[in-house]
Structure formats: structure tokens, C-alpha cells
């Protein structure tokens, strides 16, 4: 097995370096549906998490397909669009922010996140998500 092959820490598949944006993006596509699939069962939260990690693949799908090196270890959504040179449009950026707050930790603070809440970030997404898609198509 070379040196840039799948391999599991932990019982944990990580990532390697020679991993295409086009995985990267595969993966974006899936947490993106899981969002949706969690608002669908009433999960805000948890929607709101899964809709975080979407952009965040996203972004590290375009950072590979630019650099073709792996993307940055990070959640922040706003370190990774700078990393990728991004100039994210005015309209944009309060959803970047919004799920910027959002992560893994989201789960347990108990904030109350609303249906309504919710189902507006994941409209809002779905337009981050797709410019950050278009971008990684023209590279």
C-alpha cells in the first residue's frame, strides 16, 4: 500500500492526498441530501450540521480541483473560502456565517433551532452550495 492509499485510523477511513475533487464533491452531494433528510424527520439541528458539512466538502472539493493538493484541515467554512481565493458575494456570505456557528458541537448545546430556522438555512444552501459547485466546475 503506497504512501497516499486509503487507510483507517481508528477504525476511521482518512482521507489521503491523492483523493479527487471529485470524491470531495461526491461526499458534499450526500451530507447535502442528509440535511434535507433530517429536516424532513424534524431534526433542525441536526439538518443545520449536516447542511455545514456539505459547504464545508464543497469547498475542500474546489480547493483539490484548484490546488491539487489535500484541502485544509478545518471546519471553518470562512478559513476554507479564503483558502480557495473565493469571493463570496454579499447575498452569500450571512449564510456562510450562519453555518460558519454550526458544527458537530451544535448537536449538544441544546440552542433552540426551529423547523422554520431550519428549512430558511437549508434554502439559503442550497444557493451557497450551488456557486461554490458552479466555481469548481470551471476550474
Same mark, same amino acid.
Not at 11 to 36: K, M
Given at each position: ?26 461526499? /458534499? =452531494? %450526500? ?5 434535507? $433528510?433530517?429536516? #424532513?424527520?424534524?431534526?433542525? +439541528?441536526?439538518?443545520? *450540521? ?30 476554507? /473560502? =479564503? %483558502? ?5 458575494? $454579499?447575498?452569500? #456570505?450571512?449564510?456562510?456565517? +450562519?453555518?460558519?456557528? *454550526? ?37
Amino acid at each position: 500500500m503506497g504512501p497516499d492509499a486509503p487507510r483507517k485510523k481508528h477504525g476511521i477511513l482518512v482521507h489521503t492526498a491523492d483523493q479527487p475533487a471529485s470524491d470531495w464533491q461526491a461526499q /458534499a =452531494e %450526500r451530507e447535502r441530501a442528509t440535511a434535507y $433528510a433530517l429536516q #424532513q424527520v424534524e431534526r433542525p +439541528r441536526a439538518a443545520l *450540521v449536516f447542511a455545514h458539512l456539505a459547504v464545508e466538502k464543497a469547498l475542500k472539493a474546489l480547493y483539490r480541483a484548484q490546488h491539487d493538493a489535500h484541502p485544509p484541515v478545518s471546519h471553518n467554512l470562512v478559513y476554507l /473560502a =479564503e %483558502r480557495t481565493n473565493l469571493l463570496i458575494p $454579499a447575498e452569500l #456570505q450571512p449564510t456562510l456565517d +450562519r453555518l460558519n456557528d *454550526v458544527s458537530i458541537v451544535h448537536l449538544y448545546s441544546g440552542a433552540p433551532t426551529t423547523a422554520a430556522d431550519a428549512a430558511s438555512v437549508l434554502a439559503a444552501t442550497d444557493r451557497l452550495f450551488d456557486w461554490i459547485t458552479d466555481h469548481q466546475a470551471s476550474v
